[in-house]
């Protein structure tokens, strides 16, 4: 696929989720972290040349790791980390293809976060093969007539082929589940479950058989109307998210898990002791609009990804592990990179520091080989906590701009002054 193809491919994924990314922004932790949107952040991506080396699923360059099998499910702070952590095997590419490593300004960072976070909550394509197994082994094929064939209890779903979207597909299911398992109940036939990618893959199948070229694609989801919704249709009155809420239900925060797709599959398999439980509260079955099930499933897909609060006295901790002093000022060593305390007086958002650590990595690179120092990989939680401790929270080299290094004793928190 020729780069320019893959851009417009793109674009039109990140047409899809554009609330998404200023939405992010309503939640405290990310406001500052977040105020750029995936749809810039697409174009950014091809603009600076990662698509040269990144593919997404299979479409674009080869040098570097696809970026569409997983690695990308993770709070945006874990995402930067992960660029992070591959800075060196990057900055190699870069020298050895004799490309300019990309620099950005903090918004443009922010974009590029939010398009990748969003290329996280996308399904895998779907498989039209394995989806035309599924439509028959999962009893649709005995209600439902596709392409001029099936059964004609339920309606013909050859309309549903122009859908580029599943999330058509899932509104429709939920929204017509209850018939549809009463259905079932009368023709024994058993209510199908849906797991991993089977959504997409029936979704494949589906457009396979629509002779149309038409592609519509789902509205924006956006996770702010979705919280919003959650306590319109009632859902907060049994689920509770992170403790707050109804306990009938499971707490959202904890049990879902998963791709967008994953999470309407979820709803679906629930359905009957969900609405089960509605019955017994007089509580009516809430009928979703795609773009409706698009909030929700939005809302719930971020409560994954949540970065947990930077702690800055574990980040305290990190600093000295990875031996960022060692060239950033730690007491007697020569100073072979700007003293931190400088640093950080210049940094004074998570969203600045991350761009300004990607936009040194390569200067970094060559002095970890000079200085013989391993390039510090930062794991889970690690850059959050890191960044707390750097901007200067309980007593991180920022909050005393004059102080040389930090000391392990400085880190306890005995000493840290009060917040
Ligand atoms: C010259 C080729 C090249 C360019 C351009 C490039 N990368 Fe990379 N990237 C790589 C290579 C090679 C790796 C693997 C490095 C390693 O294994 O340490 C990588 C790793 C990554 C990873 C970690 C992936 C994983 O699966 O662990 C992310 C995320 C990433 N790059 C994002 C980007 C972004 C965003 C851009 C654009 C700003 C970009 N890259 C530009 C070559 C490149
Ligand atoms: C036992 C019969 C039966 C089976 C099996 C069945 N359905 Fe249905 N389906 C129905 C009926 C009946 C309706 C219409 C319900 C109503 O009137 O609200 C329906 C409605 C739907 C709708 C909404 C259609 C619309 O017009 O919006 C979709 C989408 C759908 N089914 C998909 C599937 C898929 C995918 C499968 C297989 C996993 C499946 N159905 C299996 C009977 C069935
Ligand atoms: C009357 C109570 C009730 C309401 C209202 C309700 N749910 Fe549920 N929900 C449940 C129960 C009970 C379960 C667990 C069902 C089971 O164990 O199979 C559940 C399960 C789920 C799951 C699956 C969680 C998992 O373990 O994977 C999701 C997702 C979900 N609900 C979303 C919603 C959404 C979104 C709404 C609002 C549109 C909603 N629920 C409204 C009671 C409710
Ligand atoms: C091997 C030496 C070395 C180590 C270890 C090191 N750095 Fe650096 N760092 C540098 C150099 C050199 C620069 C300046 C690069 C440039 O000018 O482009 C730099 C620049 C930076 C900047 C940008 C400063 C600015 O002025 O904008 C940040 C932020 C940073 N490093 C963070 C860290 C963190 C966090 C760690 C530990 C996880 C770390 N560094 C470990 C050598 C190092």
């Known amino acids: 696929m020729t780069a320019r193809l893959l851009v417009a491919g ?25 105020p750029g949107n995936p749809l810039e952040g697409s174009r950014l991506f091809a603009e600076k040349g990662c698509v040269g080396c990144h593919g997404v699923h299979g479409s674009g360059g080869t040098a570097g790791p696809d970026l569409g099998r997983g690695i990308l499910n993770r709070p945006l702070l874990e995402i930067a980390a992960v660029m992070w ?7 190699h590419l870069f020298q050895e293809k ?3 490593r990309p620099s950005f300004e903090p918004p443009q960072m922010a974009s590029l976060l939010a398009f990748l976070y969003y290329l996280g909550s996308l399904d895998p394509p779907g498989d039209a093969d394995r989806g035309a197994l599924l439509f028959e082994q999962k009893g649709c094929q005995t209600c439902h007539k596709l392409g001029g064939r099936g059964g004609s209890v339920g309606p013909d779903l050859t309309g549903y082929s122009r859908y580029a979207s599943p999330l058509f597909l899932t509104a429709g299911l939920w929204s017509r589940g209850r018939a549809m398992a009463s259905a079932m109940e009368q023709r024994k036939v058993t209510r199908p479950n849906f797991q991993g990618n089977d959504i997409p893959d029936l979704l494949a199948y589906i457009r ?13 989801g956006s996770p702010k109307r979705g919280e919003a919704l959650f306590t319109q249709k009632r859902c907060a009155e049994c689920h509770s998210v992170r403790g707050h809420g109804g306990k009938v239900g499971p707490d959202l925060a904890i049990a879902v898990k998963g791709s967008l797709t994953g999470i309407a599959g979820a709803m679906w ?10 019955a017994e509260r007089g509580i009516g079955v809430p009928s979703l609009s795609t773009g409706e099930m698009s909030d929700l499933i939005s809302y719930l897909y971020f409560l994954q990804f949540i970065d947990p609060p930077g702690d800055a006295r574990r980040g305290a901790a990190v600093y000295k592990e990875k031996r960022c002093g060692s060239c950033h000022g730690a007491g007697g060593t020569k100073l072979v990179a700007p003293a931190f305390a400088r640093v950080v007086e210049k940094l004074s958002t998570p969203l600045a520091i991350i761009t300004a650590m990607w936009n040194h990595a390569g200067q970094m690179t060559e002095t970890t080989v ?16 890191l960044i ?23 880190a306890r928190k005995d000493t840290a002054p009060p917040k």
């Open 388 to 410: 707390a401790y750097l901007l200067g929270r309980e007593g991180g080299p920022g909050a005393t701009p004059a102080a040389p290094a930090p000391a392990s004793s400085r």
């Open 208 to 220: 396979s058989a629509g002779a149309g070229t038409e592609r519509v694609y789902a509205p924006p």
């Open 370 to 385: 000079e200085e013989n120092v391993a390039w510090p990989i930062l794991k889970g939680g690690e850059m959050a906590d």
């Open 98 to 100: 004799r490309v300019a």
């Open 10 to 34: 793109l674009s039109l994924l990140a047409g899809m989720a554009f609330g998404a990314g200023t939405a992010l922004g309503g939640h405290e932790a990310l406001s500052v972290l977040l």
């Open 269 to 278: 398999n629930h359905g009957p002791r969900m609405w089960a439980k509605m």
């Open 85 to 91: 952590n591959h800075a060196p095997g990057m900055e």
